[in-house]
């Protein structure tokens, strides 16, 4: 096995290039297991934590471009009150251990429709920026996760950065799972208000074979809030609409049985979560 | 591969390491320093818990190549010498070891907690130590163990 171990940006491109059957690794936190358990044996490895380049993140035309090697600790540390759903979610990763070496990079280079990352990303609609030697493109999250661990990174390429808007009202995440600690979800729910585009976004995790925008749950909620004029008055949700909107989240999960859960069980605990979730963010927004 | 790392506040170097070897596997088997314990390497236990250039990791989940120039600091770099750390003598005194096997990482993931913060709530203990199992104690002998810690550092 050989270590390719560049020191910048360009260097990573040219050897991925040059080796395009190096798997890359940035916080090893997925990769390793593999690797130890002996499932794993690459001809190369790329070791992407020496690039600076992955660690930075900054402002770009009212986006945050987050560098695809930012630990989970550093997100809620340096970004948690400006994309509070990702900082809900990464709380929820693992321990501190995997929290200060996993990325969102590496979630989304895995590409499990458990990846506590990918849900916040959804209902931003962020976007992944992905590189070779050959220049770069940007596409939207939800074209880049292409099945159950299955992505559209082409063998020459790395992602760079994902692009996503700060937030413009609450936000919120949540998860199911057997403990509060280091757990796979069984499912989860990312949910986030617009209120200047009056708009309510939400995200299902481990309950299909990529994450799953709720577009008719969305819809529904959108035509409630406006039909009441609530965006300008808020007053507190219908507790019918919440619960219509919690059925349909529900209806729009694709989920399986496994392990973990079964699918009617996934079924149930994402309405409730989309009832939760909805109700805790317009809380938040009405009280200001 | 030959690997250069700082461990515990010494330079070292060893050759031999296999490529696709974890820095747990590096510091048991071939830095001679098997207080980091491998238990599940999955990154699940803890039991591996060391600081890496100040973070607090998984040597498990840490490729050794990635270590490369960087600094480590080990259970063994916890104690001074022969004078163990106010954490390992309130776990002795708490009773918070039976096998000891989880206790390595348990005292540098409570050292990296105390460091951060020095006052920690219940919550927080349990926060902060979620990452680390323990067959054995049943956990309240630990937190009995941490709060000792607490109330003595400061
Ligand atoms: C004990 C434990 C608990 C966990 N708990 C959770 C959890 O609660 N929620 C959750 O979502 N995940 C969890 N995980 C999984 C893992 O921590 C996350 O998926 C994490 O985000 C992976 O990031 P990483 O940097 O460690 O990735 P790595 O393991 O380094 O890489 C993961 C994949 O992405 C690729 N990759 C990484 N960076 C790039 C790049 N820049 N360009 C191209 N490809 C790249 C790698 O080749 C690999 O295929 C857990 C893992 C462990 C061991
Ligand atoms: S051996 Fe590393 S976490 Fe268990
Ligand atoms: S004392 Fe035995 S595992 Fe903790």
């Not at chain 1, 992505?151 to 992602?159: F, N, P, V, Y």
């Given at each position: 096995m050989q270590i390719l171990q560049p020191g910048t940006w360009r260097e990573a491109l040219e050897m991925k290039t040059a080796h395009p059957e190096a798997v890359p690794i940035a916080g090893g936190t997925d990769v390793m297991v593999d690797v130890n358990f002996d499932r794993l044996r690459p001809a190369a490895m790329l070791d992407?934590?020496?690039?600076?380049e992955l660690t930075a993140w900054e402002r770009e035309d009212g986006r945050l471009r987050i560098g695809a090697g930012v630990t989970y600790t550093r997100l809620i540390a340096d970004l948690g009150d400006e994309l509070p759903g990702l900082a809900i979610a990464s709380r929820t990763v693992g321990s501190p251990q995997i929290r200060n070496r996993g990325t969102v990079g590496g979630n989304l280079g895995t590409g499990?429709?458990?990846?506590?990352?990918l849900p916040p990303l959804f209902a931003s609609d962020a976007d992944v920026e992905l590189a070779s030697t050959a220049g770069t493109r940007v596409i939207p999250v939800a074209e880049f996760v292409t099945g159950p661990k299955r992505?559209?990174?082409?063998?020459?390429?790395?992602?760079a950065a994902f692009l996503m808007p700060p937030a413009a009202g609450p936000q919120q995440f949540a998860k199911i799972g057997t403990r509060n600690a280091m757990v796979i979800a069984v499912c989860s729910l990312a949910l986030a208000l617009w209120p200047e585009e009056r708009r309510v976004t939400a995200c299902i995790g481990s309950a299909g074979p990529t994450p799953i925008r709720a577009t008719e749950a969305e819809a529904f909620i959108a035509g409630v809030l406006e039909e009441r004029d609530l965006w300008l008055a808020p007053d507190s949700l219908p507790e019918s609409a919440a619960r219509r909107f919690g059925e349909l989240v529900e209806g729009a999960a694709r989920p399986i049985d496994d392990v973990r859960g079964t699918a009617s069980y996934r079924h149930h605990a994402l309405g409730v979560l989309a009832r939760r979730t909805l109700t805790w963010a317009w809380e938040a927004h009405r009280c200001g | 591969m030959r690997l250069n790392v700082t461990v515990n506040g010494e330079p070292r170097e060893v050759d031999g390491v296999w490529e696709g070897e974890s820095l747990l596997s590096a510091l048991r088997e071939h830095l001679d320093l098997p207080g980091s314990k491998n238990a599940c390497e999955q990154g699940e236990c803890g039991s591996c818990s060391v600081y890496l250039d100040g973070a607090l990791v998984?040597?498990?989940?840490?490729?050794?190549?990635?270590?490369?120039g960087r600094e480590v600091v080990t259970v063994e770099g916890i104690a001074d010498g022969e004078e163990l750390h106010e954490i390992q003598r309130t776990f002795v005194e708490a009773g918070?070891?039976?096998?000891?096997?989880c206790t390595p990482g348990l005292i540098v993931a409570s050292h990296d907690l105390l460091r951060r913060n020095p006052r920690p709530t219940d919550p927080e203990i349990r926060e902060a130590l979620a990452g680390n199992l323990c067959r054995c104690t049943g956990y309240e002998k630990i937190l009995d163990a941490v709060r000792l810690a607490a109330e003595r550092l400061s």
């Open positions: 992407l934590t020496r690039v600076p499990s429709p458990a990846g506590d990352g992505t559209a990174l082409r063998e020459d390429e790395l992602i | 998984c040597a498990c989940l840490v490729l050794a190549g990635q270590a490369e918070a070891v039976q096998c000891g096997f």
